[in-house]
C-alpha cells in the first residue's frame, strides 16, 4: 500500500481506531495483521519470503544468545547468509549473470539464464532490519526476543517495513511492549508530520519528477540549461521523496505512540561531506558505520585501509540501491569525495570557528558536489549519466521552454514549487537552531497553524498527484 | 472517553467541518454540470431510429472518425480511454435498440486486446459510463473502489485542477462538458500550427508508444478476446455486421511500435476474423496520410479526420453494406 494512496487514508485511521480500542496484550496480532495487508496490498505472495526471514532471524538470535565462540559466529553467519542470499537471488541475480555471462563464456560454460522474478518491494530495507537484529544480539547489546509475535512486528511494522528508517531492536521492540494511551500532542504532532510529508511528495516531488523524468528518459534530445535544471530538480526531488517517505512514516507511528528515529536532518544545509552523510538517510548511514565501516577497522588503522574502508562502505552502499552500475559509481562517487575531504583535513590548520560567509560558499559547494553524484543515480546507464555531465554547456536540443510545455508545467507552477521549496528549507534551518515543533505548537497561534493545515490541503488536492506514483525509495 | 482523546475528536470535527461544507458546494455545483457521456447519450437516444453504422473505440476513434462524411448515418460512440470490454458492453447495451443498425466498426490499436480502463490512470471514466449507461468494466466494483473518493467525488471525476475552469466559463470547460462533440459523437482536434509541426519528434514519438505499452497488460488479452467473441457472435445473431479497424498513426509513433507486439496483435485479430468471416481493414501505416494529417502522434487533427473518414466510408462501409 502506498502512503500517498486513498487505500492508505481510509487504512490508517481505522488501525489506529483499532488500535487505541484494542487490549493491551492483543496489540501486536493487531499490528501484525494490518501490517501484512498494508504490505501485501502490493505482491501478497511476497509476504512468505518476510515470514522466511522473520522466522530465521528468531531462531538464530535464540541460537546465538545461548551459544559461545565458534558455535555463536555460525549462527550469525547462517541469519546473515540467508538474509544476504535473499537479497542477492531477487535483487542482483541478474546483475551478475548479466556481468558474469563474457567469464562463463570464456570458459565454455553455458550463460546463466535471466530470472523473471519482481524485486519484492523494500526487501533492502527489511533484510537490513532483521540483519541488525541478529547482529546486536551477537555482540550482546540486545538480549534476544522470546515472543515470536512481537519480533514479527519489529519486522513488519507497516510504517516503516519497505523504506525504513532502517530501525534498531533497542529502539522498536521495548515500544512495542509499551502500554500506549491516545495522546493528544503525539497524534498532532504525527498528523502534522504526515500532511506535510505528502505535500514534499505529492505536490513537490512528484511534479518535479515529470520533468526530470521526460529529460532523463533521453537526455540526449536536451540543451545543456534543460540538463542543469533536470539535475538540480532530481536533487530536490529525491530528497523531498524519500524524506516526505520517513516523515509520514515517523508521523504514522507517533500517532500511535511509537517513535522511530530520524531518517533526515537538513541533509542539504551540511557544510562538509561528512556532515552530509551524518544527515542523509540516517538509519542507513548509521546501519554502515556499526555494521560494516566500524567492524573493517574505521579510522583506526593506517590511512591507506582508512581509505579502503570508506571506499567499500560507500561502493556497497551504492549497490544497496540497485544492481545497476550507475549506483555503484554514486557510491564511487561519494566514496572519493570523503577521501579528498578526510585527507584535505589533515593538511588544512586547525582554525577557529568559520566564518558565516564560508559556511555558506562550503554548503554550496556541497550541495552542487553532491548534485553532481545525483546523475548517476538517475541516470538509466553509464553513458547516459557521462553524457548529462559532459553537456551542461551545450546548446544544441530542446530548450527549457519546450521542456517545460511538455512537462506540462506552467510558470505559476513552477513559482508554486520554488515557494513551497524555500519555506521548508528555511523550516529545517530553523528547525536547526531550535526545536521547530515545538515552536510551532506552542508559540504559533491556532488559528494560523489551521491556516497552515488547510493549505498544505489545498496544495495536496489542487497541485498534487494523488495515488499514482510510487516513492523513489521503494524500489530499493 | 480519555480526555485527550475528547480534545482530538472535537478539534478535528471543528477543522474538518469546513472542507467538508466547501466539498458538498462543489459536488451541488458540478452535479448540475452536463458531461460528454451525457451528452452522446442524449445524441444516441435523438437519432436511435436512424442510426446503421456505430463507430467505437478509445480516443483514436473518438478523434479519428467523422460519422457525417459517411454515406449511411453513422454515428460515433467512441470516447477516451474506452476499452473493448466497454465497446462491447455498450454495444450489447444498444443493439436492441437500434433498429437500422447494419454495421459494427470497431477501431482496434496498438495496446487495445491488452488494456482496460480501470488499470490506468483514467480509472476514473468507468464512474461516469456506470453513472451514465449502467455499464462498467468491473462485473461488481471492488470494497476499497467503492471507497475510492475518485470513484466516488465529482471533484475527483472530473479532475480538482480543472475545477475553476468547470465552475467559469472557458474553452476548457467546453471540451471537458463535451461541448465540441459533433451531434453524430465526433470531437475535432485542431490542426496544429508550423510551430507546434516543427517540435514533432521521434522522442515524442517513443514516449507516447511507451505510454501506450505500459497500459498493456498480458493477463488481459484472454478476457479481451472473449469480450469480442461475445460481441461479434451477438451481432451476427442480429444480423449486423461488425468489422475491426486499426487507424492511422504518425512515423514517429509506427517507428517507436514493438514488432513483436505488433504482430501478435495482428494475429489475435485475425484470428478471430478467420473463425467468424469478419473483415480487418488496417490503415495504422497509411501512407496516404502526413504530418499535416496529424494532431500529435497518434491522433488525427480535423481534417485528417476528415480524409481518413471519406477513405473509410468509400473503402468500408459501402463494401460491408
Redesign the interface.
Same mark, same amino acid.
Given at each position: 500500500m502506498l502512503f500517498n494512496s $486513498?487505500?492508505y487514508l !481510509?487504512f490508517f485511521p481505522i488501525t489506529v481506531v483499532l488500535y $487505541?480500542n484494542c487490549p493491551h496484550k492483543l496489540r501486536w496480532v493487531l499490528l501484525f495483521f494490518t501490517s501484512c495487508i498494508f504490505y501485501m496490498a502490493l505482491i501478497p505472495q511476497y509476504i512468505f519470503i518476510l515470514f522466511s526471514l522473520i522466522l530465521t532471524d528468531y531462531f538464530a538470535a535464540l541460537l546465538i544468545e545461548k551459544s559461545f565462540g565458534l558455535r555463536r559466529k555460525l549462527y550469525l553467519i547462517v541469519s546473515l547468509a540467508m538474509n544476504i542470499g535473499l537479497l542477492v537471488f531477487f535483487k542482483y541475480f541478474n546483475f551478475l549473470s548479466d556481468n558474469l555471462a563474457p567469464f562463463f563464456h570464456f570458459f565454455g560454460s553455458p550463460l546463466i539464464t535471466h530470472l523473471n522474478v519482481i524485486l519484492p518491494i523494500g526487501l533492502s530495507f527489511h533484510t537490513f532490519q532483521s540483519m541488525s537484529y541478529t547482529i546486536e544480539v551477537y555482540y550482546g547489546r540486545f538480549k534476544a526476543e522470546r515472543h515470536l509475535g512481537i519480533y514479527a512486528v519489529y519486522v513488519l511494522f507497516f510504517p516503516q517495513m519497505v523504506a525504513g528508517p532502517i530501525e534498531r531492536p533497542q529502539n522498536i521492540i521495548p515500544q512495542l511492549r509499551q502500554r500506549h494511551? $491516545?495522546? #493528544?500532542?503525539q497524534?498532532?504532532e504525527g498528523l502534522q508530520l504526515i500532511l506535510m510529508g505528502m505535500v514534499k511528495k505529492v505536490v513537490v516531488a512528484d511534479n518535479l519528477a515529470l520533468f526530470v523524468d521526460?529529460v532523463y =528518459?533521453?537526455p540526449h534530445?536536451f540543451n545543456g540549461p534543460v540538463l542543469i535544471l533536470a539535475t538540480l530538480f532530481f536533487t530536490i526531488q529525491i530528497y523531498f521523496d524519500f524524506s516526505a517517505y520517513s516523515e509520514i512514516a515517523i508521523g504514522s507511528a507517533k500517532v500511535m505512540g511509537i517513535n522511530l528515529m530520524r531518517n533526515f536532518n537538513g541533509p542539504y544545509l551540511s557544510s562538509s561531506f561528512g556532515e552530509f552523510w551524518q544527515r542523509w538517510h540516517i538509519s542507513l548511514s548509521s546501519w554502515f558505520r556499526d555494521y560494516v565501516y566500524i567492524p573493517l577497522g574505521g579510522n583506526r588503522k593506517s590511512r591507506t585501509r582508512h581509505f579502503f574502508n570508506i571506499l567499500t562502505v560507500f561502493l556497497i552502499s551504492g549497490l544497496w540501491h540497485g544492481a545497476n552500475w550507475t549506483y555503484i559509481v554514486w557510491g564511487g562517487i561519494h566514496g572519493f569525495y570523503l577521501i579528498l575531504e578526510t585527507g584535505l583535513k589533515t593538511f588544512a590548520k586547525k582554525s577557529t570557528s568559520p566564518g558565516v560567509l564560508l559556511i555558506a560558499i562550503r554548503t554550496w559547494f556541497i550541495f552542487i558536489c553532491v548534485s553532481l553524484a545525483w546523475i548517476f543515480f538517475r541516470a538509466e546507464n553509464i553513458r547516459d549519466g557521462f553524457y548529462v555531465l559532459t553537456h551542461f554547456f551545450s546548446l544544441q536540443g530542446e530548450g527549457l521552454h519546450?521542456t517545460f510545455s511538455?512537462a506540462n508545467i506552467g510558470k505559476s507552477e513552477l513559482v508554486l514549487y520554488f515557494v513551497i521549496i524555500i519555506v521548508f528549507l528555511t523550516g529545517e534551518r530553523i528547525s536547526l537552531i531550535c526545536d521547530f515543533s515545538v515552536f510551532f505548537q506552542h508559540r504559533v497561534p491556532m488559528f494560523c497553524r489551521?491556516t497552515i #493545515? #488547510?493549505i498544505a !490541503?489545498f496544495l495536496i488536492?489542487?497541485?498534487g498527484k494523488?495515488? =499514482?506514483s510510487q516513492f523513489v525509495y521503494f524500489q530499493f | 472517553m480519555n480526555k485527550d482523546l475528547f480534545k482530538f475528536v472535537i478539534r478535528f470535527s471543528l477543522f474538518i467541518l469546513p472542507l467538508l461544507l466547501v466539498e458538498f458546494a462543489i459536488e451541488y455545483k458540478l452535479s448540475l454540470l452536463p458531461t460528454s457521456y451525457a451528452l452522446k447519450k442524449q445524441h444516441l437516444e435523438q437519432y436511435a431510429s436512424d442510426i446503421e453504422v456505430l463507430t467505437f473505440g478509445s480516443s483514436h476513434g473518438l478523434y479519428n472518425i467523422n460519422p457525417d462524411l459517411f454515406s449511411k448515418f453513422g454515428f460515433n460512440f467512441a470516447n477516451s480511454g474506452q476499452s473493448l470490454i466497454l465497446d462491447t458492453k455498450l454495444s450489447l447495451e444498444w443493439l436492441d435498440k437500434l433498429p437500422k443498425l447494419k454495421l459494427i466498426v470497431l477501431p482496434i490499436s496498438y495496446f487495445s486486446l491488452k488494456y482496460r480502463l480501470i488499470r490506468g490512470d483514467e480509472f476514473w471514466r468507468d464512474t461516469f459510463y456506470f453513472k451514465t449507461y449502467g455499464v462498467s468494466e468491473n462485473a461488481e466494483p471492488s470494497f476499497l473502489l467503492k471507497l475510492d473518493p475518485r470513484y466516488q467525488l465529482r471533484l475527483w471525476m472530473f479532475g480538482p485542477q480543472h475545477l475553476f475552469e468547470l465552475l467559469s466559463d472557458n474553452p476548457f470547460r467546453s471540451a471537458l462538458l463535451g461541448k465540441n462533440i459533433s451531434e453524430k459523437g465526433w470531437l475535432s482536434a485542431d490542426v496544429p500550427s508550423a510551430e507546434q509541426k516543427a517540435k514533432f519528434n521521434d522522442a515524442d514519438g517513443r514516449r507516447q508508444v511507451k505510454r501506450h505499452e505500459n497500459l498493456m497488460h498480458e493477463d488481459l488479452l484472454g478476457s479481451n478476446l472473449a469480450a469480442l467473441d461475445s460481441l461479434i457472435r451477438a451481432a451476427q445473431n442480429k444480423k449486423v455486421n461488425l468489422v475491426f479497424i486499426t487507424t492511422p498513426v504518425s512515423q514517429a509513433y509506427w517507428k517507436a511500435i514493438d514488432s513483436k507486439k505488433l504482430s501478435d496483435m495482428r494475429s489475435s485479430i485475425e484470428n478471430l476474423c478467420e473463425k467468424y468471416s469478419v473483415n480487418y481493414y488496417n490503415y495504422l501505416q497509411d501512407g496516404r496520410f502526413n504530418i499535416d494529417d496529424f494532431y500529435d502522434y497518434d491522433h488525427l487533427n480535423k481534417n485528417g479526420a476528415q480524409k481518413f473518414s471519406r477513405f473509410l466510408d468509400k473503402e468500408v462501409i459501402k463494401k460491408e453494406f
Open positions: $486513498f487505500q !481510509i $487505541f494511551v $491516545f495522546q #493528544y500532542r497524534a498532532v521526460r =528518459s533521453n534530445a519546450a511538455g489551521w #493545515y #488547510y !490541503i488536492v489542487f497541485w494523488l495515488g =499514482s | -
